[in-house]
């Protein structure tokens, strides 16, 4: 079993409205529910959801080691203009080691942008984590992790922190392979936690309807 731990921390804004608009009448440019950091067996999975997005162009996700000097890990592109929710993830690939830092910003059709708020994870050591395939999936996913034997909780936890699934399970030492359906899940990045009496496994998943 890995020794990682992983800690994700908010400072209490979720609107990008709060910095974009401070000084002007327009609308906000995106209700932001949510921006997580999760390590997952790849390095880290960003997500985020929107409940509206009014001239949106794209996203960038940004990291730091210090939480002062961020640099990009990529981009993401924007609905544009939307009334629904909208689920969205980039994976960092090369976290390092130790707390890590990320945030999001976003920039409108005319340039203009702003931040999120700053989540932090900590990465004792790399860790093979939860492997989860097919991914994306519309119906069934497969999971694979290492187990030290005994009692288990499967949960399955959507981007606001909902428990969309539950499942108790006695399995023995060594690696395990089982699957969940997944057909009547919405759209939308779900994490998947594997919990024991010493520590918390995570991966996650997208869901796609095709």
Do not use: C
Not at 82 to 107: A, C, E, H, V, W
Request: proline residues 3%.
């Amino acid at each position: 079993m890995s020794s990682l731990a992983t800690n994700t921390q908010r400072t209490g804004l979720t609107d990008f409205g709060d910095f974009a608009t401070a000084q002007s009448t327009s609308p906000l440019p995106i209700h932001l529910l949510n921006f997580d950091a999760v390590v997952v067996k790849e390095g880290v999975m960003t997500n985020w959801t929107t409940a509206t997005e009014i001239n949106n162009d794209y996203f960038v996700v940004e990291r730091s080691r210090d939480g002062i000097d961020f640099t990009s890990v990529g981009e993401v592109d924007g609905a544009g203009n939307s009334t629904q929710n909208k689920s969205y993830s980039l994976l960092d690939k090369d976290p390092g080691i130790g707390i890590i830092y990320y945030r999001l910003k976003q920039i409108d059709y005319d340039g203009k942008f702003s931040f999120s708020d700053v989540v932090a994870v900590k990465i004792k050591k790399a860790t093979t984590g939860i492997a989860v395939f097919p991914n994306p999936a519309a119906s069934n996913i497969h999971y694979q992790y290492e187990s030290s034997g005994g009692h288990i909780q499967i949960q399955v936890v959507d981007v606001i922190g909902q428990i969309v699934y539950q499942e108790d399970a006695n399995e023995k030492a060594g690696t395990v392979l089982s699957e969940i359906d997944i057909k009547t899940l919405p759209e939308g990045v779900y994490s998947i936690l594997i919990i024991d009496d010493k520590e918390t496994q995570k991966g996650w998943f997208v869901k796609k309807n095709k």
